[in-house]
């Protein structure tokens, strides 16, 4: 699959990694299709291109069947595009149920307790105005309050 979305990726290649992502039975394959997407795709600011990217990880995580694998998603996507981030590394902490960045994972649909962020505090070195910062980021990307979780229609 790495393959496929080489340098230069084209429209084809992108809306099969997107099926695969949403679509595929397999966990690792939704995992690796969007880690691919989300590493390269050029996520403008603009509000049409956030628009998008919201709809694709709610999507994403949506459509994933246990409450570990949309923890796993939400955090393959901030373990991935959000690299150059100062809190990058809590960012990939917040779904992880140990604050540790690996699994086992939180539900990405349910709300993360303020517990939870005081510990990705601690084990990313953080205090409490970074926190508060990571997560109107965090919630800015995935179009939910985290704190709240994602409300179904």
Same mark, same amino acid.
């Given at each position: 699959?790495?393959?496929?979305?080489?340098?230069?990726?084209?429209?084809?290649?992108?809306?099969?990694?997107?099926?695969?992502?949403?679509?595929?039975?397999?966990?690792?394959?939704?995992?690796?299709?969007?880690?691919?997407?989300?590493?390269?795709?050029?996520?403008?600011?603009?509000?049409?291109t956030?628009?998008?990217?919201?709809?694709?990880?709610?999507?994403?995580?949506?459509? %994933?069947? *246990? $409450?570990?694998?949309?923890?796993?998603? @939400?955090?393959?996507?901030?373990?991935?595009?959000? !690299?150059? =981030?100062?809190?990058?590394?809590?960012?990939?902490?917040?779904?992880?149920?140990?604050a540790?960045?690996?699994g086992?994972?939180?539900? %990405?649909? *349910? $709300?993360?307790?303020?517990?939870?962020l @005081?510990?990705?505090?601690?084990?990313?070195?953080? !205090?409490? =105005?970074?926190?508060?910062?990571?997560?109107?980021?965090?919630?800015?990307?995935?179009?939910?309050?985290?704190?709240?979780?994602?409300?179904?229609?």
């Amino acid at each position: 699959m790495t393959a496929l979305f080489s340098l230069a990726p084209d429209d084809a290649t992108r809306q099969l990694l997107s099926e695969r992502a949403v679509e595929d039975d397999d966990n690792g394959v939704r995992v690796k299709a969007l880690e691919l997407l989300a590493g390269h795709e050029p996520w403008a600011d603009h509000e049409e291109t956030l628009a998008a990217r919201q709809r694709f990880i709610e999507e994403c995580i949506r459509n %994933a069947v *246990e $409450p570990e694998e949309r923890g796993a998603v @939400a955090c393959a996507w901030f373990g991935t595009v959000a !690299s150059s =981030d100062p809190l990058s590394d809590a960012k990939k902490r917040v779904f992880s149920c140990d604050a540790d960045r690996v699994g086992p994972y939180l539900d %990405a649909r *349910e $709300p993360v307790s303020n517990e939870h962020l @005081a510990k990705v505090a601690k084990n990313a070195s953080l !205090s409490e =105005d970074q926190i508060d910062e990571m997560v109107e980021q965090m919630n800015a990307t995935l179009g939910w309050d985290i704190r709240q979780g994602l409300a179904e229609s």
